[in-house]
């Protein structure tokens, strides 16, 4: 796992909980496990075909942590190393359940447009084609803050491809940097930027939707 | 492009760079080309406010979320068990 | 060197968020395109926002599209005439919008439709009449409807006249008209350089 700055930072941080784990702090056991937790249900749900999977998977990948902490050599962050056997755990788990991520989902398919071209002016406009037909109607401001809108966004991101859902799970839900997601995901920059682009678009469209359904 | 001007960047196609846009990834003659662009449509300025919105409210669904009681507790038994407790 | 900048309200770039401090030097990224970016006169109108200030630069000053890039930059002091203004800045884009128009009907041959267009001069009037004429065969009519529904946005304004004369004139039609549009705020705003 390349060592970019912020996983030389999170490193540094890594060895003092490492440490109280391996002396048994309970208290940095659960710090951990609340700051981690969520996280890697909602990641291992993308492999997995029920939340109920998904809790056993974690609560494998944490038995596997504890087995493993004594030797954990600090070489990657400890996130990234928890979150390597979560991913080896959810395919293997997915793969059992007859129920696996081919590796081409992960790819980019045949290129399409991630926005409707419907909602461009024709090639045949005589002066503006390409541009809006019509602008988009803004969203009102504390549309997207409500409970409401913030379920169609979560089911749409559970709606989207698992290589799309991934991406934008790692980057805009967990706030993950580009090369972190890259290197957990094994893509390379520029497919992991088509896919959050395309999965971007995808869940505008849902709340475009949404949202036009609220306002009078 | 746009009829009268060939060399423009239109809609359609800002929306598709707007990605690479927010991720710093455009190169600097690509980035520059696209900001001229959005002083004059107010349509792509929406956009991308829209999508900076989504941006941020997706991250408003990450914000950690406790376990449930009886999931802290087993990985508690677990911790304990594995430290020889 | 001095030069100009148009800002978000707030003295805020509009593109990255940050706010430009009052009086104080900001620094540049060291990174290739990156630096203060601001405007020479001829550049203005590409780059139209709310507000327009007067920057002094510092350190090499490059050019690059269009845009200065500087090491350092500070505000000077804010062009309160604008975007009072605009206004007037709109209008004149119409106008040379109309003047285009009319003349390349003209020379088409086409003046009833010419006088048709110059007769009504009130914009929604104007408008419809613009995209009528257009509508039954000459395209670039339709430009004049188009400067006058997108008045309120200035920048967009300028960025059809600017295609309009495009249409009509190609390249150096479309330079004239930047040209024009700079001189407007040149004159209108009393930028004179220094």
């Known amino acids: 796992m390349p060592a970019g700055a912020p996983e030389l930072q999170a490193v540094v941080q890594d060895s003092s909980l490492v440490e109280a784990l391996r002396a048994g702090d309970e208290r940095a056991f659960l710090e951990l496990v609340g700051r981690l937790h969520a996280g890697m249900v909602r990641f291992a749900r993308g492999f997995v075909k029920s939340e109920a999977a998904a809790e056993d998977v974690v609560q494998d990948t944490w038995a596997a942590v504890l087995d493993g902490i004594d030797g954990f050599e600090g070489r990657s962050a400890l996130r990234s190393w928890i979150y390597g056997i979560l991913a080896n755990l959810a395919r293997s788990r997915a793969v059992r359940d007859a129920r696996s991520i081919p590796v081409s989902a992960l790819e980019p398919d045949d290129a399409e447009p991630a926005v409707d071209p419907s909602e461009f002016l024709p090639p045949s406009h005589p002066r503006w084609a390409g541009h809006w037909a019509s602008y988009p109607t803004p969203w009102p401001e504390d549309a997207l803050i409500s409970e409401e809108t913030l379920m169609v966004i979560r089911e749409a991101i559970e709606r989207l491809p698992p290589g799309q859902r991934a991406v934008m799970q790692f980057r805009d839900v967990e706030g993950w940097s580009s090369q972190e997601v890259c290197a957990a995901l094994s893509l390379s920059e520029v497919n992991q930027r088509v896919l959050l682009h395309r999965a971007r678009s995808r869940v505008r469209r849902e709340i475009a939707r949404h949202v036009g359904r609220r306002t009078p | 492009m746009s009829r009268a001007l060939p060399s423009d960047l239109v809609c359609m196609v800002a929306v598709e760079r707007l990605t690479d846009y927010l991720d710093g990834a455009l190169p600097i003659e690509e980035r520059t080309q696209f900001e001229e662009h959005l002083v004059t449509c107010p349509g792509c300025v929406i956009y991308l406010r829209q999508v900076r919105a989504q941006i941020a409210a997706s991250a408003a669904l990450g914000a950690p979320r406790p376990p449930a009681e009886e999931v802290k507790q087993k990985l508690l038994d677990l911790f304990r068990s594995s430290r020889g407790g | ?194």
């Open chain 3, 1 to 194: 060197m001095l030069a100009w900048k148009f800002l978000a309200p707030g003295a805020v770039a509009p593109f990255t968020g940050v706010r430009w401090p009052a009086g104080s030097w900001i620094e540049g990224r060291p990174a290739p395109g990156a630096g203060v970016h601001a405007c020479a006169l001829e550049d203005l109108p590409y780059w139209i926002d709310q507000e327009l200030w007067q920057v002094e630069l510092a350190g090499p000053v490059t050019r690059a599209g269009r845009q200065l890039i500087a090491a350092r930059g500070r505000l000077v002091g804010r062009v309160h005439a604008w975007p009072d203004s605009s206004v007037g800045f709109t209008g004149g884009c119409i106008e040379r919008t109309r003047r285009r128009v009319i003349e390349a009907l003209h020379a088409a041959g086409q003046v009833a439709e010419a006088d048709r267009l110059a007769a009504r001069r009130e914009a929604e009037a104007e408008r419809e009449v613009a995209l009528a004429i257009a509508a039954a065969g000459p395209f670039f009519v339709g430009y004049v409807a188009d400067v006058i529904r997108r008045r309120p946005y200035p920048g967009t304004c300028a960025y059809m006249a600017a295609n309009a004369a495009a249409a009509l004139g190609g390249g150096a039609g479309h330079d004239e008209e930047r040209a024009e549009q700079a001189a407007w705020l040149r004159d209108g705003l009393k930028l004179a350089p220094r």
